[in-house]
């Protein structure tokens, strides 16, 4: 009862509270494209690949706002995308291998970059160490507006095209032959991606964005069939486990809101995976039992 | 041995027990699997450690492994309710497991040695300082560690190379032969564990999976053949690790990172200029084939009109741009190429086949 007092009272928390539901409604709608299009760990290799790109902007710009940060972020993440469908194209290499790369050499240059950057006295670099695991309790209302700016335009356009990103998700080559741009839609959604990924990255970090994409997904397609109820289910779910998980982190101290976040949101993925109606496990598994049980007891009669 | 020297061994060992194991991962598209062990491993060292309260004990290596067992097999049982693909499988496990493991270190392990810091970016620099003595012989404690690491692997892939090899190319086969793809898989992802967890401590989580993907992805660009490509992983890993390491020195930055950086590199430059299968070599070749291409069409339309009445308007060059759609700058590197070949020569603007350029045409006609 406390909890919910100071949601509505404590101006840091609602704050926070804001941000990491803007985070997860954003990107639980747009990891179900990623989820359908088997694309789940691009997320993890573009959010990976994000932390060069934020180091440089801050080393260009010396400034540390929200805008060049995320500016820096999206632009490496794009290139560490555009570099993952090159080497897929280009070499007998498959995807997989293409992401571990992606995400492990850029993950080390920008590593590498950092730490080159604090031995440099002149740096402020405290914030970006914060981009591994993310600092919600450092949100900002700017930062939180900024989120939302950047999450709402994200959003709309993902409405604004859904009809041809519900085709590229479930048929693409019927898409093509429609004469649909299958692959500038492809370019579209990646770039939702990025900006998903961008803004969530303050929030949760680096590591941990990743499952902010592919557990809401994940959960919210065990309940239906239909995109638009996923797509939705998903949102809430991240936005669920975005506000749950802050809450729950407040109330101790070493409780960082990110990991938080991410077991809320698995938590979730769990309780979906087995208890869904008709697809969770635990029904198929006495499905499959009742159906044994009958099949002995007829071959017993027999 | 100074200490530098000492970081190279333990960064070369490392790199080089991780590219073995890689070159396997990649063949089999498994290389996000090693992303997901190295991080989840973690959480079997924290648990191991609340245990036995010592981070020497040998235990949490074998904690560690089989955390990574567990992470395999929790996807792997994830994959087979068809509830979600591999993909999203493995990001479903990994983050869970990884921010227990960060919970619980920030929440009960606080000030112990394990701190979330050295887990991304790994201690290299740190790494001569903890020793230990082994036959009388006084050592790093993580070279020991990966030296034994990495004769566990050279003994496991030796021994069973050839199971190795045909489960991977052909699973089925090997399967039809007796051999047990399962058996051998749960024995490599073990073997996976175990290197991430030796080179985790070196290098960090995340490098780990730079250590173990991009040498094995840089050598399978370069060779079709598994013993050259375990060669090759190894030879680019190591150097990769060393250049990181003085790169880093010259720096002053993170080792780990900058090893991680420089097998990027070399990837890059693999990837461009592979011999075979380099971006610019596809290239080359494909510019060749566009010209082989317009010279045999040069030649069998010269064939077609030979001693027609309609030769002198037709094997004229100005007429191969109406006839072939060729632009004339085209037209005319074609004709030069083709007369420096000595398939055609030109006779007062007339281009005429000689011997050698009919055989050629034929010859292409019948093909």
Known sequence: MELLNDLFFDYTLRTVAMGTAILGLVSGALGAFAFLRQQSLVGDAISHAALPGVVLAFMLTGLKGPLALMSGAAVAGIAGVLFVIAVTRLTRLKQDSALGIILSAFFGFGLMLLTFLQRNPDARQAGLNHFLFGQAATLLERDVMMMGVFGAAAVGLMLLFWKELKLLSFDRDFGASLGFPMTALEVLITLLLVIAIVIGLQAVGVILMSAMLVAPAAAARQWTDRLGVMVLLAALFGAAAGVVGTLLSSLGAGLSTGPVIVLCISVIALVSLLLAPNRGIVWTWLRNRRHAILATGLMGRG | ?367
């Open chain 2, 1 to 367: 041995m100074s200490a530098s020297l000492e970081i190279q061994l333990i960064a070369v060992t490392a790199a080089t027990g991780c590219a073995l194991v890689g070159v396997f991962l990649v063949l089999r598209s498994m290389a996000m699997m090693a992303d997901a062990i190295s991080h989840t491993v973690l959480l079997g060292i924290v648990l191991i450690f609340f245990i036995v309260q010592d981070l020497q004990s040998p235990w949490l290596l074998i904690g560690a492994a089989a955390m990574g067992l567990l992470t395999v097999s929790l996807v792997e049982a994830l994959n087979r309710t068809k509830l979600v693909k591999q993909d999203a499988a493995i990001g479903l496990v990994f983050p869970a497991l990884f921010s227990l493991a960060v919970i619980l270190i920030s929440r009960y392990a606080r000030g112990v040695h394990l701190d979330v810091d050295m887990v991304i970016m790994g201690e290299l620099a740190l790494a001569p300082f903890d020793r230990v003595t082994i036959f009388g012989l006084d050592l790093p404690h993580a070279l020991a560690t990966l030296s034994a690491i990495l004769l566990i692997n050279i003994v496991f892939i030796l021994v069973f190379y050839k199971e190795l090899k045909l489960s991977t190319f052909d699973p089925a086969l090997a399967a039809a032969f007796g051999f047990s793809p399962a058996l051998l898989h749960y024995g490599l992802m073990a073997l996976v564990s175990v290197t991430a967890v030796g080179a985790f401590d070196a290098v960090g989580a995340i490098l780990v999976v730079a250590l173990i993907v991009t040498p094995a992805a840089s050598a399978y660009l370069l060779t079709d053949d598994l013993r050259k490509m375990l060669l090759l992983s190894v030879a680019i890993g190591a150097g990769s690790a060393l250049a990181g390491y003085w790169l880093a020195r010259l720096l002053d930055a993170n080792i780990a990172g900058s090893m991680a950086t420089m097998t990027g590199v070399v990837f890059l430059i693999v990837f461009v200029l592979a011999p075979q299968r380099g971006v610019l070599t596809q290239l080359r070749r494909q510019a060749l084939q566009r010209w082989r291409f317009a010279q045999t069409m040069l030649i069998i339309h010269l064939l077609h009109h030979e001693g027609a009445p309609d030769a002198a308007v037709e094997c004229r060059a100005e007429h191969l741009q109406a006839h072939l759609r060729w632009q004339p700058d085209f037209a005319a590197q074609v004709i030069r190429d083709a007369e420096r070949s000595g398939a055609v020569h030109q006779e007062r603007g007339l281009l005429r086949l000689t011997d050698h350029g009919r055989r050629l045409a034929e010859a292409a006609m019948v093909r």
